[in-house]
């Protein structure tokens, strides 16, 4: 359980929560993607209240303007690169061949494309994500851990290619982690065991 | 549902189809076996049905002994069964007379070769009749009709590729319906014609002068009720002479009432089976819960088969909860990963469907070949039958049906508690 106090995020920001396993770092991203449904509250996305739709009108939110990078990636196996970006983007913004060949150039990946999940390395697959939250064009971009999964440098690595193009994008980006190295590279953080009133309380 | 969501659906089946192929080929393999043999039971019964009761004969009634209609019919127009007696020559002569009656050709039984029935008749069988509408006989080129006083034997097409006789080839008939090496009589025919292709039971039969049938050793005529055995060279009278049954073709539909009236409901030694049709339709009345039973069967395996589709696709439910929760993190909703199941199953089935002609198409031949092999009757495999486009439909939208369980399964997914792990 997690009751937050009001904290918004403009578009282009990026902010960095800092949480230990189990202060519900998840969890809060699940709410504003509209994937739990806050019991009491408001989740505004670009106006709309996601806390206020229906489950469907919640997916139709979260699909059109919310990329989410999750710690395991979750990319889906039999799919290759270019079909896990494309995929998200046949529920959201539509299926543009092009710009998901873009997009996977841009995270370096683009002699990847046909490769399927077990055929790339962590690192690769974890910029195949990105490029799946990116694909959309979205807003905001929620990052879960993202770098739980990569060595020191890699992680190093991956932050670095996730605030640079989320800022090339405009989308704001809000970052989960317990690694403080990751944590560093933001000129803004938050510890999210603070702010969780029902932690405190 | 719009276009976007349609073709991340059918992204989501084709992927599912490829990463459970041994399940999808083994379902598929099921379903096109059902769908071959739903599709083939009702073809067959269509099509058997309507070639022995509708197919090209060429006669509108049979004459025989008193007894069944329908062993006189197998016997004279498929050359199946055997016969039920003798008629009196007098008796052939007498309705050959009959102003109801255009066409009466005497047929004799009662010997084959190698298995091939011999049938004694006269010339009137390659001169006048037409065994389909403007049809007659005809001998391959190099052969002709037999001499009716001759020892010599005209061969249907199926009969001569079968025994290898041709125009030339000496045979000794053996007697009896059924082939027996000891049976050998010892008169020798020569072959003169062989029959083009007719695709009618005829195709099947070797055909000799009447007159020779009689004058063969061992042949007993009892015309009058007293045996008699013609001598070498001496005519025989006519008062000794049988016939098995006469074939007549009548002048209009009339005349078979006329006919039916005095020969089956006043006369007490002779039976009229006519309409030909009519008598081959009572035999598939008889037989119908063969049908009935071959139909529930069919039943029955296509529900086996939409059982099989729900199987496969149910047991993949529990390994794939958490590739549903990821495409609805993605944005897709319930009604779409419900679709994307229903439709994987109803592909599943469209696929096996289709395969299922293939099992038709095998079914099919193999069995016209053993049909026409067994009765000389052709089937028309490619011929358009409902069946063929109402079971498709209908198993499709079975396998639609049974994915709706495993549906209703992905459409229940939680997201967040499969999207694992949690922080």
Redesign the interface.
Known sequence: MIDMPHFSLQRGAQLALRGESGSGKTTLLNLIAGILKADSGHVLIDGKDMCSLPESGRDRLRAGNIGYIFQTFNLLQGYTALENVMLGMMFGAGADKDFALSILGRVGLEDRIDHKPAQLSVGQQQRVALARALANRPKLVLADEPTGNLDIRNAGVAVDLIRQICGESGAALLLVSHDRNVLDKFERAENLSVINRTLNN | MNT??V??IF??VR??L??HKLSTVVTVVSLALAAGLVMSVFSIRNETYDAFTGGPVGFDAVLGARGSQLQLVLNTVFHLETSPGNIPWDMYQSVKRNPNVALAVPYAVGDNYRGFRIVGTDGQLFTDLEYRKGEKFKVLPGGRFFDPLKREAVVGSFAADKTGLKAGSKFNPFHGLVFDERMRHAEEYTVVGVLEPTNTPSDRVIWIPIEEFYRMSGHVLRGTGETYEPAAGEEIPDKHKEVSAVMLKLKNPQSGFMLDQTINRQGKVATLAWPIGRVMAELFGKIGWVNNILTLVAYLVVVVAAGSILASIYNTMNERR??F????????????VFTAIVLESAGIAAIGTISGYLVYAAIMSVTAVIVRAETGVVLEVLRFQWVLVITPVVMILLGALAGVIPALKAYSTD??TN?????
């Open positions: 976007k969501n073709s991340g992204l989501i992927k599912s490829a990463q958490r590739e929760a990821i495409l609805r993190a993605l944005g897709a909703r319930r009604s779409t997201v967040a999207l694992a792990p949690m922080s």
